[in-house]
């Protein structure tokens, strides 16, 4: 039972919030907001416990003290955006779905914890559903506006085709070699025709989920039409929870097949950081920005993915960890800002420092993190990933990505410079943002901060990862 | 063993008070703020106390030398297994040592600061500063590993420029906090350049295995040659480069005398006790690899020390503005240390050169720090920084006039006071070793003792001068660091740094020998005895030696043209000629390429904006057909 605790937890406290929801008055909705925020705080703290891990169920299910961690960095991502969405939620045309919000949110999850810790195909199959069809109702939360039915309808179909070919590739991988399970899958997996289809095939429906060039087209419209925390929980826990697992799988399912997924993610991941950049230099929207800028930064963790050794994992895991922290802190500005005044664009952001010094100078160090500029977190995780793809000799994707970098600078820069430089008639006007968001941001630039300076944290990964691979 | 691990607090409290100060100082009242600075720093003090008597009388000795012991070590930045950044704490008697001096100097300065900035603006911010200029020392001092060093080098110099600069609002004192940052930074330059050949050539950062005799790193590696030296020598030679800047040893020296823009407190701290004896210590810690792989870089380390002594032994002479005289002084104090090591061996007896060299260090810290808390107090009481207009002022600040004759004594060599002690251990080794540079500084003794006077009656004898209001005593809380420090400048010199710190950290048997102590006691008192003569009463016989030398005085009461040689250097040929076409390449070449770069970039951008038409279908087809493409493709090249 503990080895599966991460899920057991949350399954617990989805029910129990379940039955409050369904006998809690309609005007009294708003009651459980904080009960939740306490119960999956104890959840987050507990998941560090250090407990015990092996397999359930004959292999379907397996979890390692590296899976664990990422389960736990999942929940620390979770747990600052159910902090940082109260405002959002407290808002009146909300009332009535406050539950529903922490149900579904929560049902993903744990979908995702599943499938991280799969040891065969159906199983990882269910986690990722599970983990993805909520979402769309997420994402079609304000129904009632066109933009935000558009983007629950365009990431439903836009993922069902993903899940056919996925689907079809796993069960190409079946048919060839007559076995769901990752352990004996990874005996017979050489490189048939048959079974390149089937790899990319199943690559393919990942690279769906973490927005990769050409899967990516759908994030645009859904990370704009969504509500902004959903957009952050989209580009964040939901993608860092599909680079785990493409990881696990590359690394362990696909091991012999290596030369080839190299080559394949050495193509994709230059496309990805490339196009994301073309894209992202173009926007004028704040949450079209930042997911264009998020794809980008897909393109890098790919290029981490390809130094396939402990450093590359280890690098990996804590790009993905600074990532989530920088992407929450700088999503959590911009919701701030979009609650208050009902501003998305960065025009909009025009002379914000001087007005709101404190919500400016904390977006600066998020954009400064995810632009990769020392002394912050960003700087320690994109460092890494490139030392990690030049013990490879990838020189040439390294120059690539450096250059890329160049770029995402430039862009980030564009917003800080709209805040700090650019001066505007009717700037934003001062407000004090309320308890809950500045708790979230105030998590987001401790992480920033804490994870840039100190390297425990980046010695813990690293000495996990000694088990996997 | 003894737990060292609290060792670590010594340097962090001074880092906590610093960022307590820095983001709380402007709520506190600016004397609250003062005090908790003074009482963190108090309590750095007193852990290093205790440290430095656990280190010496209580750590069991190891085949009779003290150990190198690692009191806290952590992997800072891991590369690769074998390439990894460390942060830790080293204890050895050197840094042991040098732990006592900065935390004492650094609690002077606190206490003393609390009633000389008193109405000061940003009172907190002095405060603040203050203790990350300490806690960057204390970090550079403890530092495990070159790397570390090298952090904290920086750092040191940072929080020197902020302080140096702390009157943002005077353009002097701007223009000198940007001076000594380019010039020290410029060194530093070469001291990286020395790490990254020394690590290179040794493939490690860790001063331990660095500094071992014995250990691989100095067997090997000095094979390779280039330009005639090893590349052990050249890497010592910039490692030096670095050490030279902070040391403020000639050709590097231009900074220190206008560092002296800087709040008095500061100039006591820095230039005078801590900060400037870095390049020292730097030598200090790497000795062993000059001494057996370097020995050419130490013979360099020697005469440029002893030059800088007497040359600015010189031009001390020649100075008006008290404060410079000390800088002066300063700089050519710190030229006896750096002669010391290099003339020095290693081991026994043959390190005595070693030993004085650290115990010069060690008791000049008390009495510079002195000397310029007491030109703290006379500014403070006359509001000027020029002697020439000062005279007469003993009856009016008794305390600040006998500290002042003390550390003037101290300074000069005469015994029983400190300096005498250490003065004359390097001046043995320097008899024993080279005859020539003991020449050198043995002259510079009776220069020093000569100025020193000269200060010292121009400001407290000759004629009274009208002052705006009566001078009057500092009050006590700044007269107390200048007694307590007053007893270190006398008591500092009995303590047995032959038994303690030395180069093998073995003791050895040393005496005072009476044949190079009498002769430097007596041109020690010609000094004074020269300068009595000429400064204790107005005469003009200072007049008529200067017109005798005439233009030699003038060159170096213009500190000999250096810095507008320097001018020179920079704007009329590097800025001309170099920086001049280097800009036009890159305004129009370079910048013209990078335009050309954002119009393809953001052209591009424009056009690929189609593919994102929010068409569903559209979207389906790409996904479907870049899976379809990719798996051809990849079909197609694995099956070849």
């Known amino acids: 039972m503990l080895i599966m605790r991460h899920e057991l937890l949350l399954v617990i406290i989805t029910v129990i919030l379940l039955l409050v929801e369904i006998f809690l008055p309609d005007n009294r909705k708003h009651t459980i907001i904080l009960p939740s925020i306490l119960l999956f705080f104890i959840v987050t703290v507990l998941g560090f416990i250090p407990g015990p891990t092996g397999e359930l169920f004959g292999g379907m299910y397996a979890t390692t003290p590296l899976i664990l961690t990422m389960k736990n960095i999942l929940n620390l991502g979770v747990l600052i955006i159910f902090i940082q969405s109260v405002n959002w939620l407290k808002k009146i045309e909300n009332k009535g779905k406050i539950g529903e919000y922490y149900l579904i949110l929560l049902s993903t999850l744990i979908g995702m914890d599943y499938m991280i810790s799969s040891g065969d195909f159906l199983m990882f199959y269910l986690g990722l559903e599970l ?45 060839t070699t007559g076995s769901v399970y990752f352990r004996e899958v990874m005996g017979a997996f050489n490189a048939t025709p048959l079974q390149v289809l089937a790899f990319i095939f199943f690559f393919a429906g ?33 993608k860092g929870a599909a680079v785990f697992i493409l990881m696990i799988i590359l ?99 025009d002379g914000l420092y001087r007005t709101n010094p404190l919500l400016s100078l904390t977006m600066m160090l998020a954009l400064f993190s995810l632009a990769g500029i020392p002394p912050v977190a960003g700087f320690f995780g994109k460092f890494f990933l490139f030392t990690a793809a030049a013990q490879k000799g990838l020189y040439l994707l390294v120059i690539i990505g450096v250059l890329n970098t160049i770029i995402s600078l430039y862009y980030y820069l564009l917003v800080v410079k709209a805040m700090f430089l650019n001066t505007s008639d009717q700037p934003i006007a001062y407000f004090r943002s309320d308890a809950y968001s500045r708790i979230g941001l105030l998590m987001c630039v401790a992480g920033i901060v804490i994870i840039g300076f100190a390297s425990p944290v980046y010695e813990f990964i690293l000495s996990l990862s000694h088990g996997l691979y | 063993m003894i737990n060292f691990s609290y060792t670590v607090f010594i340097v962090l409290i001074p880092l906590i008070f610093f960022v307590l100060l820095g983001f709380f ?31 010496f009388f209580v750590v069991p000795k190891i085949a009779g030398a003290f150990p190198k012991l690692i009191a806290y070590n952590t992997v800072w930045l891991r590369f690769t297994d074998t390439l990894h950044i460390d942060l830790g704490v080293l204890l050895d008697p050197i840094s042991v040592m040098m732990l006592i001096v900065i935390t004492t100097v650094s609690f002077m300065v606190h206490l003393y600061s609390i009633g000389y ?57 701007v223009a000198a906090s940007k001076k000594a940052f380019i010039v020290t930074r410029f060194a530093d330059l070469g001291f990286l350049i020395g790490i990254l050949i020394l690590s290179i050539t040794t493939k490690t950062f860790d001063f331990i ?39 403020a040893m000639f050709p590097l020296h231009i900074w220190l005398p206008d560092a002296m823009e800087g709040p008095t407190p500061v100039s006591a701290l820095i230039h005078a006790a801590t900060m400037v004896v870095a390049g020292v210590y730097l030598v200090a ?74 115990f010069h260090l060690f008791t000049h810290a008390f009495f510079k720090a002195l000397l310029f808390l007491c030109a703290g107090a006379i500014i403070h009481a006359v509001h000027t920084n020029y002697m020439t207009e000062m005279g007469g002022l003993r009856k009016h600040l008794p305390i600040t006039h006998l500290t002042f004759l003390i550390a003037c004594f101290a300074i000069a060599g005469i015994p029983p006071f400190a300096g005498f002690f250490s003065k004359d251990e390097i001046l043995a080794a320097a008899f024993e070793n080279n005859k020539l540079l003991w020449a050198v500084e043995y002259a510079v003794a009776g220069i020093t003792a000569f100025y020193m006077f000269r200060l ?112 020179f250097i920079t704007k009329k040929i590097l800025f001309d000629r170099v920086s001049t076409p280097v800009a036009w390449f890159d305004r129009h070449i370079v910048d013209g390429m990078m335009n050309g770069v954002s119009y393809v970039t953001n052209s591009v951008s424009g056009r690929i904006k189609g593919f994102q038409s929010g068409q569903l279908q559209q979207y389906a087809w790409v996904f479907v057909s870049g899976a379809i493409a990719l798996a051809l493709a990849f079909i197609y090249l694995w099956t070849l």
């Open chain 1, 131 to 175: 983990a993805t069809i909520p979402l769309a109702t997420l994402a079609a939360w304000e129904r009632f506006k066109e933009k935000s039915a558009e983007a629950g309808v365009k990431l439903i179909f836009t993922s069902a085709l993903s899940s056919g070919i996925l689907l079809y590739g796993i069960s190409m991988i079946y048919g």
């Open chain 1, 206 to 238: 990942m690279a769906f989920k973490i927005a990769i060039v050409p899967f990516h087209l759908w994030i645009a419209d859904v990370y704009e039409g969504s509500p902004i925390n959903i957009t952050s929980y989209l580009s964040v826990i939901s």
């Open chain 1, 251 to 349: 690394y362990t399912v696909f091991y012999k097949i290596a030369l080839l997924w190299r080559d394949v993610l050495y193509v994709t991941s230059i496309l990805t950081m490339t196009i994301g950049n073309l894209f992202a230099i173009r926007q004028r929207n704040i949450k079209r920005f930042l997911a264009f800028s998020s794809i980008a930064q897909a393109g890098f963790i790919l290029l981490g993915l390809i130094g396939q050794s402990q450093l590359g994992m280890t690098t990996v895991i804590y790009f993905v960890l600074v990532y989530i922290f920088s992407n929450l802190g700088a999503f959590g500005v911009a919701g701030i800002i979009s609650n208050v005044t009902g501003k998305e664009s960065i025009d909009d952001y």
């Open chain 2, 25 to 55: 100082g402007n709520k506190f009242k600016p004397l609250v703020s003062g005090i908790i600075g003074t009482s963190g720093l108090f309590i750095s003090f007193l852990l290093s106390c205790y440290t430095a008597y656990q280190y």
């Open chain 2, 117 to 173: 900035m008193k109405g000061e603006k940003g009172y907190e911010r002095f405060f603040s500063f203050l203790s990350l200029f300490t806690f960057s020392m204390l970090g550079l001092v403890i530092a495990t590993n070159i790397f570390q060093m090298y952090i904290f080098w920086e750092l040191v110099g940072v929080s020197s420029y902020l302080l140096i600069g702390f009157y943002y609002e005077k353009d002097s004192a």
């Open chain 2, 209 to 247: 295995s660095l500094t071992d005799p014995k250990g691989p790193a100095l067997q090997q590696g000095s094979s390779i040659l280039f330009l005639g030296l090893s590349t052990m020598t050249w890497s010592m030679i910039f490692v030096f480069m670095g050490g030279a800047g902070k040391s």
């Open chain 2, 285 to 358: 810690r790497m000795f062993p690899i000059f001494v057996i792989s370097a020995p050419a870089a130490l013979t360099v380390v020697a005469y440029v020390g002893a030059f800088t002594s007497l040359f600015a032994a010189v031009i001390a002479c020649t100075q008006y503005d008290i404060k410079r005289v000390l800088a002066y002084s300063t700089m050519s104090q710190i030229g006896y240390m750096m002669l010391a090591l290099g003339v020095s061996g290693y081991g026994g007896h043959e390190g005595l050169g070693y030993m004085a060299s650290m």
């Open chain 2, 456 to 567: 010292y009656y121009r400001i407290f004898w000759g004629k009274e001068q009208h002052y705006s209001h009566p001078p009057h005593e500092a009050p006590l809380v700044m007269t107390i660091p200048l007694m307590l420090l007053a007893v270190g400048a006398i008591l500092a010199g009995l303590v047995p740094f032959q038994n303690l710190v030395t180069s093998d950290s073995l003791p050895f048997e040393n005496h005072i020998e009476l044949g190079i102590a009498i002769p430097s006691i007596l041109i020690a008192l010609l000094g004074i005895g020269i300068a009595t003569i000429f400064y204790r009463k107005e005469t003009n016989l200072p007049q008529k030696i200067t017109r005798t030398l005439g233009s030699f005085y003038t060159a170096a009461y213009h500190k000999f043209y250096f810095d507008e040689l320097y001018l």
